[in-house]
């Protein structure tokens, strides 16, 4: 039975089907960051007193100087770019994934956790150390003479479950964090959602900011927003049922991506890594597998 159930997590498959998640992870990160690049320099010369280190930050006692900041922040995109392009991968892909982590833990240390960055940063980590670049990269057209490698390994076929892990736990640790509050299961009633747009549409009036227009337009409909809850709830909570076999996972990839959209347009919170879909990629295998 363990065998079976390694053999299920770890399926032989062509280098292809890490690749396309490293080309595709990879040049939506450097597009995302790019499009933020003024906001990380203006977040780096913030004041000493608003940045309180979380993760691998707590190293420092203290901000780094914004110069430095800054740097740093360049580099890794430089080197993800690198990594994207499967350049030298045995070294740009390890030291991607250390960037990125320290990156976002940077930009997490000042007031503001985003835990959509957080999953991505966990998806360039498993790609970085992994073999993900044994093909579409300038390593495999050097190396082999081919962007498109014929060979099956299960070292291939693991890398999107190790993803898919990763995307499964952000979301059931936010199901538990609902169930572990003072409402349990009752969160699922739809009423905390409720006052959340309530609270969120308040606050972009007294700032002067555009609130969504369905937010204020649906308010009233108690009953859609029980369903959005529940729903919600049963996707966060089953998430570690989409390891089972693919098409539940396919089932809840497409309930996920459903749901921040519906966030996005009732409350206008824009989870961009998850509303573009590369989030769920690894749900959607590239290629041929041997059992």
């Known amino acids: 039975m363990f065998q079976a159930l390694v053999d299920h997590l770890r399926p032989a498959a062509q280098p292809i089907r890490p690749a396309v998640l490293r080309v595709a992870t990879g040049v939506f990160s450097a597009v995302h960051n790019f499009r933020r690049r003024p ?8 004041d000493a007193s608003q940045f309180t280190p979380v ?7 203290r901000p780094l100087p914004a110069k430095l900041a800054d740097g740093i922040f360049d580099a890794a995109q430089w080197v993800n770019l690198a990594a994207t392009l499967g350049v030298g991968h045995r ?10 982590l320290w990156t976002i833990s940077y930009r997490n240390s000042w007031t503001m956790l985003l835990h959509s960055d957080n999953m991505m940063t966990m998806h360039q980590m498993v790609l970085g150390a992994t073999r993900s670049a044994d093909a579409l990269s300038v390593d495999s057209l050097l190396r082999e003479g081919t962007l498109f490698p014929q060979r099956y390994a299960r070292a291939y076929g693991a890398v999107p479950h190790v993803v898919n892990v990763a995307t499964v736990a952000v ?4 199901g538990m964090a609902k169930v572990r509050g003072p409402l349990g299961v009752k969160w699922a009633g739809g009423d905390v959602l409720r006052g959340q747009i309530a609270v969120d549409g ?6 002067g900011t555009a609130k969504p227009a369905a937010g204020t337009a649906l308010y009233q409909q108690k009953e859609l927003f029980t369903l959005m809850a529940a729903v919600s709830l049963a ?3 089953g998430a570690p ?14 309930g996920a991506w459903g749901m921040h959209v519906g966030i996005r347009i009732v409350m206008g919170i824009k989870f961009k890594y998850n509303v573009s879909g590369v989030a769920y990629l690894p ?8 059992t």
């Open 202 to 207: 308040m606050r972009k009036d007294l700032f």
């Open 91 to 100: 070294v740009t892909g390890p030291l991607n994934a250390a960037l990125q």
């Open 39 to 46: 906001m990380f320099r203006k977040l780096h010369a913030q």
């Open 171 to 174: 979301y059931f640790i936010s």
């Open 283 to 290: 749900y959607f295998p590239v290629g041929p597998q041997l």
């Open 241 to 254: 049922l989409s390891l089972v076999n693919r098409r539940l996972g396919q089932v809840f990839a497409v």
């Open 55 to 61: 993760g691998v930050v707590k190293v420092l006692n």
């Open 235 to 237: 996707v966060e909570l």
